[in-house]
């Protein structure tokens, strides 16, 4: 069923970003009106699917019924907590973590940046959602803010795998600013903390091409 939704979503979407450059008046008027609503469509669904993950949660908590055998418990998936907490406390099951990265997978990083910067004030070492926020500001051209933020992650990680996708993004932020030697420097960096991730290999190769797509790295889940 959403599969079909988010299709014809998309289609409707493809068909108004194609049409909006050559339009005007009230033509353009319409399209504009048009893309609203797919926004607008794209927030209840975010709003409603947070809902239903944060019932399912609280059903995954539960303890078992007297009669339910114990192969029936729920086992609960490994969640990533720079803080230590255990998996019910952990800032990544907040709404505002969760909203943040529905966001995020829907390319609104300014809707997600907010989300993660309301977590970030509450959880400052909660490096994965600090990380979430300085990819927002380096996709929306923030790149003083992003910089700041990759910075502090690279001081606080002790895991290699958020560190490497750290120096990554630093790599990128460089590249953006035009120095192009420190971001080589980065993405060695990167590649060397977790030889298994690939983007900064990419990158590196991107960076001796004129016009090379630089690659984010933004699955670090």
Partial sequence: MFKYLFQSMNEKLDGILEALPASHGTKQESLLEQLQELREMSDEMIEEWLLFEEKMARVKQRPPAPDEPASAKPIAA??????????????????????????????????????FEAVVRTYPEFLQARLFLALCFLQSENVAEAYSHLQVIISLAGDGKMKA?????LGCVQAVKGNVEQACECFRTSHSLDPNFKDPVYNLKACQIDGGVLQLGVAIG
């Avoid at 800032?91 to 809707?111: D, I, V």
């Avoid at 996708?165 to 993004?169: D, Q």
Wanted: hydrophobic share 35%.
């Fill in 78 to 115: 490994p969640s990533f907590d720079p803080l230590g907490g255990g998996p019910d406390d952990s800032p990544a099951r907040s709404m505002q973590y969760q909203r943040g990265e529905g966001y995020f997978k829907l390319y609104m990083f300014a809707e997600a940046a907010r989300e």
């Fill in 165 to 169: 996708v750290a120096y990554n993004a």
